[in-house]
């Protein structure tokens, strides 16, 4: 059974930081692109960050230059570091993996991050 259970949420005043894990069970981790999506209140949920099998990263232009996803294979967990956080930013954040060769998502449960003063 996939499992991906993601950590780190919580309140943080503007200009703060935070970093959200995952830790996924049930997969072959090193062959997933792994992706952190987020979805505010009322809206779509988006790609904020994707980090691939193979390292590449990529993220929404809004958040370039603050947050980091970075990915650690012998622990099968993937991470988002958040700086500079905005009122923006709030939203339940989601953990992602994708198994190209299968065209399969799992998902995590979410964690909610909420920026406010």
């Known amino acids: 059974q996939v499992q991906l259970v993601e950590s780190g949420g919580g309140l943080v005043q503007p200009g703060g930081s935070l970093r959200l894990s995952c830790a996924a069970s049930?997969?072959?981790?090193?062959?997933?692109?792994m992706g952190w999506y987020r979805q505010p209140p009322g809206k779509q949920r988006e790609l904020v960050a994707l980090?691939?099998?193979?390292?590449?990263?990529n993220y929404v232009e809004s958040v370039k230059g603050r947050f980091t996803i970075s990915r650690d294979n012998a622990k099968n967990s993937v991470y988002l570091q958040m700086n500079s956080l905005n009122f923006e930013d709030t939203a339940v954040y989601y953990c992602?993996?994708?198994?190209?060769?299968?065209?399969?998502?799992?998902w995590g449960q979410g964690t909610q991050v909420t920026v406010s003063s």
């Open positions: 992602n993996a994708y198994r190209r060769l299968i065209f399969t998502n799992y």
């Open positions: 049930g997969i072959n981790f090193a062959i997933c692109d």
């Open positions: 980090i691939t099998s193979a390292g590449s990263t």
